[in-house]
Nanobody
Framework: QVQLVESGGGLVQAGGSLRLSCAASGRTITTYPMGWFRQAPGKEREFVAAISWSGYSTAHADSVKGRFTISRDNAKNTVYLQMNSLKPEDTAVYYC???????????????????WGQGTLVTVSS
């Protein structure tokens, strides 16, 4: 079974940048679509970004498009989320997730992911 560990969260001022990492262990994630989701206090978990298993295709939520970029390094078994121009409304716990089916198409649907990290807190101050 794969384990996912997120890192890179923290406190940043509005307009700043952070880079989140999601390191996988236990098995390779190189053939699995991956995603980033976030959950703000009192809100449901929501889609942020997804990437195909090859890395050639990506998708981003409208709220982060142009500011956030998902990428992966399959040689390192790691997925990244580069976050620029951060806003206070980006404050949330950010989760990395692995899709349940290898070689499947990229997906934004939370229910298609069955392995989740513990999350990393991102706080953006105004």
């Amino acid at each position: 079974q794969v384990q996912l560990v997120e890192s890179g969260g923290g406190l940043v001022q509005a307009g700043g940048s952070l880079r989140l990492s999601c390191a996988a262990s236990g098995r390779t994630i190189t053939t699995y679509p991956m995603g980033w989701f976030r959950q703000a206090p009192g809100k449901e978990r929501e889609f942020v970004a997804a990437i195909s298993w090859s890395g050639y295709s990506t998708a981003h939520a409208d709220s982060v498009k142009g500011r956030f970029t998902i990428s992966r390094d399959n040689a390192k078994n790691t997925v990244y989320l580069q976050m620029n121009s951060l806003k206070p409304e980006d404050t949330a716990v950010y989760y990395c997730a692995a899709a349940s089916t290898p070689l499947a198409p990229m997906t934004r649907n939370l229910s298609n992911f069955d392995v989740w990290g513990q999350g990393t807190l991102v706080t953006v101050s105004s």
